[in-house]
């Protein structure tokens, strides 16, 4: 049978990327500017304990780690965990600890964040409702909650055989963090990914949205 069907980048995928992951200087930019970002709209402090979900690499969370406690690099890729795991030793940045997890399949863990933040993995997660639920649940009251993705997009960011969320309409995410329990979304511009397509350059703008846990 000819498959049409579009196919969604499992683990798989994943784990077959996570060795050149850093080489690509636009991946290891975008980190750097979506930790900017955060450090600009949040309080940092060294007693926050942290979830970056869908972690990847670690290239979100190495930049922020002296200015954090302790914090959890969840992915579901096996290949990226080791990445992350080696750069952790490399390193020695004792308050690092990555950890496979998907959210959408295994139990959430037991601990509470203070920070929870994800970069340009929430379109690879089919059900945004439940993952921010999950999310609102796993804070803290009064932790925040920052996502990095794409702005809404025409499907041609990853291709039409790709089955991902085509980026993200601002207002319909900010509905839909409020009706997990969200308050105060804010939106900005933090990266832009210029990417060639037929026709020419085409720019894919990511956002970051922060959004707090009522409480505390
Ligand atoms: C586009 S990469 C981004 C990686 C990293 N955050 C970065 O900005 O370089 C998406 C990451 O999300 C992970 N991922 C996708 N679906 C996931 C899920 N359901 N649970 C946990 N991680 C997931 C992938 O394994 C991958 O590492």
Redesign the pocket.
Known sequence: MNSTQPTK?D?AH?DSKARE?DDNPV?VE??LKIAEAIRKAVPLHRQMNVL??????G??SFPLKEELGTILL????DG?LAVAAEKIAAQGAANMMPMK????ADAAPAQRFDLIY????LH??PDTDAILRIFHDLLNPGGILCIADLDKEDGSFHGPEIDVHHGFDRADLSLRAAKAGFTGMRFQTVFNIAKEQPGGTRDYPVFLMTARRAGA
């Open positions: 980048l683990a994943f992951w991946f975008r980190g970056d979900y869908g972690c990847g690499t290239l979100l969840a992915d579901s890729s990226m997890l998907d959210l959408m994800s970069s340009m993995t690879h997660v």
